[in-house]
């Protein structure tokens, strides 16, 4: 009886006080957009060691064994990314679609702190959106070269004194250099760029505290 006593008192002393931490992170993560904000049939992406998550169609791939470099100048793509998520190399079939994907970037180096909102010069356009709690400034760069044509949309934004960036881009080859015999097709540009953005929205950050506030 003693035992059963002491048991009692154990499970009101930590066990009622843990279940009431659970049940109010529970409400932030739904209050954050985490189970709101969520890919029909996507697979959950959590990046411990950088404090965000996203989400991204069950054959998409990750890539998050790449090494960060310091911040440098004179690039779309300021830093080495340190996620990348990939569209299946399936979409190429029949198309001259090459690749697409995401590069997910996080810095609190000053000087990237510092230019993380700051246009580049040949940025082609510049808006702003805001996602998971965060207001991104968007650049947009395209480009051609050897065939190819390349673009990048990258968002950035700044959050508890660190640099977040999302580069989202895509890689094609020009359609004037099959022959019609080949029967290949201009990829759909418009679902490829919506499969990315709609990717980059279910983004999130860490503090969950922090989300809350800034998605009041």
Known sequence: ???????KRIFWAIGIPALFIIVVSLGIIWKAGFLTHSLQGGVRYWSPGYLFMFEHPKDWTIDDKRLLAPWENGAMMKLPEAVRVAAPESWRAGTNFAEAGIDFIVSDNTKAVAECAAPPDFADTHISKKVGGINFEQFTQNGAGAGNF??????RGISDGKCYVADLYIHSSNIGNYDPSQGIKEFDKIAVTNALESVFETFRVFPLTKFVENTK
């Open 1 to 7: 009886m003693q035992i059963n006593h002491h048991i």
């Open 150 to 155: 390349y673009g990048i949309t990258s968002y």
